[in-house]
Structure formats: C-alpha cells, structure tokens
C-alpha cells in the first residue's frame, strides 16, 4: 500500500489555502490518531501501573532517538520540552554568567527570548548588545557576500567578555539563513568563548540543520511548526559544554537521577544528560503524534528533496509577487528558505490584507516588528495556491 500523502491527511488543508506554517503547521489526521492511540494505550495498561511503565520507556527512547537521526547528534544531548521558548530559556538562566558579562541578541529574535534575556540580564547585572542582522536582505543570491557580512558583523560587536550570542538558525522575519556553523567557530576562536544559543523554531524540518545543531550549545526547536507535529511538544539538543557547565533550572522529579535519598547529602542529584533540563509529569502521547508527523515527512522525500521543493515553491512566490506594482518584498532576490515577508504600500494597516485575504480563505499574518506580512510554503503548499493568493492580493489593491 502507497503511504497517504500528507497533504491529503490534512483537514486543516482541505478547506483553506494555507501560508501560516512558521506560525503553525497543519497537524496530519494520522498523527492525532497516533495520539489517541498512545492515550488509549496508556489507560488500558494505566495510569499508574508497573505495566504502563516500560510503554512509555518505548515512547520517550523511540522519540529521542528519532530526534537525534534528524538532529544528527547523541540522544543524551536531547532534552524534551513544551515550545521552543522553554527549550532557549531553561539551559540558558543556568548558565554560569558573572556580573558585568555581555550578552549579544540579535536585532530578529523573538520577543519572548528578548524579554528572558533582559529580564536575565537586570537580575544578574549584565549588559546586552545588539547584533544587527534585519539588514541582511540577499535572499538566496549573494549567500557568500552576506555570510562574510555576518562573520564581520560578529566580530565588530563581540567584546571581550561577551558569554553568550543569542541568534534564530532561520530568521522568522526575513526568511534568511544564519551560518551558524560558522559563527560557531568564530565564537569557539574569540578570547571569552560565548555561548550560542540558537533559536531553531522555524529551521526545524524546514531547512538542513545537522551541522547547526551540533555546532551550537543549545539548539531548540518545537514540532508544532514546520514539522507538521501536535503543540505541546518540543525539544533541545544541548552540547556536552552546556551539559557540563550549566545547571537545572526549573527542577523537577524529571532531572533527578533518583528520587530516593533526596534529603541526604547529594551533591550531584542532576542527570548528566539532557534529561537534567527535563521537569515533571508531561504529555507523553504527544510524543507518537510527533514521531508520525515525522514519518510522514520522510515518505514526503529526504530533508535535501523537500528543502528544495520549499526553495522551488518560494522562488514562484517570491518572482510572482516582485511582479505586483506596490508589494515591497523584504529579500532582494528569491528566498533562500519558505519565508516571504513583505508589505504594500499605501495601506492603513497590514491588517486590513489579512482580513480581505481571510474572507477569501487565505490566510498569511501580520508580523509584529517590523509589521510585515508573511507568507510561509511548504512541501504542501501547491502551485494553484500560489496563484490563488496572487489573484486575492491583485483584487485587493484593485478594491481600493
Ligand atoms: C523564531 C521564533 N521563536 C520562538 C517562537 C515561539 O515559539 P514557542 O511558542 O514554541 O515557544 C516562535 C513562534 O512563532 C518563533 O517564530
């Protein structure tokens, strides 16, 4: 038997044309199938039973695993999460920073990130500078010209006691790819050896991301976007740096490596591995949702196949709208990933094209800082959607 395709597993795809995937991805009905089946599952062995117990060992070592195939690294490193925030901010608040330490965020990260750095950096006395990369709008030509840029750009602005550089593998405003192998390196080279927290939230399953994932110290990344997985589930692979130097935050049962003997004297309580950033009870048949998401997408073609086809479909996107007389799109050339931002001029409010295009069952967003708007595509965006979004955006600047 062919395996279902997953567009055609999609409810959420059979009833609109859909471009919202960095915000989040359709989730398959196999998967919330596979979900209820683990829920099942565990009630029929379960709850709390010493029958339940070896069920849901399978579930969190056969995801682990899988996650490390995709992420290419050591399944020790990886630690589950809720979201991408949890998978950034956790390891990072363990960190061990001393007063007067320099952070440096970039000027594309998300604002939850930005808040928990600020807020980091007022309790312990830290400066932060900004690494400007909002400017870097070369799309997929000139890749080379813009990663000496950033390589530059990096090197003006670290200082000699920056201890962290806090920078999105894929940028989920201009749709650019960080080099973050070789920022790694640089970082690795420089005097005070900062750490890189990277924000994978809209690289995961969307572009390749083996070499990013094991170069950075913590790589987060949630399955509820690109990877077409459930809400509730994510990740963070951890490098053995983190695993050694940073410490629990937000303690639970789940980072003990026993519960018993916790009153005496333990001087290591902590697992050694990513489960040290782990907490408590979580939802554990999400994880079966995830990996059939996961699945799914491997029987779409290999990471290097569906990147390109992402590239394939954007690039359309991308020369289709440059074509429109007052769209101004970000990137100068075709986008080097699914991401196309851009805004039209002459309009009140952003918002005003999302609502015209949502009454046509279209749905982009508007984003916050800079308020562009943003279309995402993906392996399951088709080409009539392309052209379907094109004609709504003509029709709307013809109703005004
Ligand atoms: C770049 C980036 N980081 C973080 C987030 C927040 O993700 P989560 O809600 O999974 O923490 C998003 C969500 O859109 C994002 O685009």
């Known amino acids: 038997m062919l395996p279902i395709s997953i567009k055609d597993n999609m409810p959420a795809l059979q009833n609109k044309y859909y471009f919202n995937y960095g915000g989040q991805g359709p989730l398959p009905t196999e998967s919330l199938r596979a979900i209820t089946t683990s829920w099942q599952t565990i009630q029929k062995l379960g709850p709390f039973t010493n029958d339940v117990w070896p069920y849901i060992t399978k579930e969190v070592i056969s995801t682990k695993n899988l996650l490390s195939e995709i992420c290419g690294i050591h399944p020790k490193r990886i630690a589950f999460t809720e979201n991408v925030t949890s998978g950034c901010i956790l390891p990072l608040l363990g960190l061990p920073f001393d007063e007067g330490d320099h952070l440096l965020i970039s000027d594309c990260e998300h604002p939850g990130i930005v808040a928990a750095c600020k807020e980091l950096a007022r309790k312990k006395n830290l400066s932060i500078g900004i690494l400007p990369v909002l400017k870097l709008c070369n799309g997929n030509n000139y890749e080379a010209k813009t990663y000496k840029t950033i390589l530059k750009l990096i090197d003006t602005n670290l200082q000699k006691n920056t201890k962290l550089v806090v ?40 572009i390749p991301i083996k070499d990013a994932c094991d170069k950075a110290d913590i790589y987060a990344f949630t399955g509820h976007k690109w990877a077409y ?45 990513g489960r040290r950033f782990e907490i408590a009870t979580s939802c554990i048949p ?7 998401s996961l699945k799914m997408l491997e029987n779409e073609g290999s990471e290097t196949e569906r990147f390109f086809k992402i590239k394939r479909l954007s690039s359309i996107l991308w020369g289709e709208l440059n074509q429109i007389k007052n769209v101004e799109l970000v990137l100068n050339s075709s986008p080097p990933s699914g991401i196309i931002s851009f805004s039209i001029n002459g309009i009140n409010s952003p918002e005003e094209v999302v609502n015209y295009l949502g009454q046509k069952n279209l749905w982009i967003r508007v984003l916050e800082d800079p308020r562009w708007l943003r279309a995402c595509v993906h392996i399951t965006t088709e080409q009539t959607e392309i052209d379907n979004l094109i004609a709504a955006i003509n029709g709307f600047l013809k109703s005004r």
């Open 167 to 206: 920078l999105s593998h894929l940028l989920w405003n201009t749709g650019q790819i960080m080099p973050i192998e070789l920022i790694s390196k640089r970082l690795k080279d420089h005097p005070s050896n900062p750490y890189l927290l990277v924000d994978a939230a809209q690289s995961f399953c969307h």
């Open 229 to 273: 997985g459930p809400e509730g589930l994510g990740a963070v692979a951890l490098s053995t740096r983190v695993l050694e130097e940073s410490s629990p935050t937000l303690i639970g049962w789940k980072s003990l490596k026993a519960e018993e003997g916790i009153y005496v004297n333990n001087k290591a309580p902590f697992h050694s591995d």
């Open 286 to 292: 999400l994880l079966a949702g995830l990996r059939s």
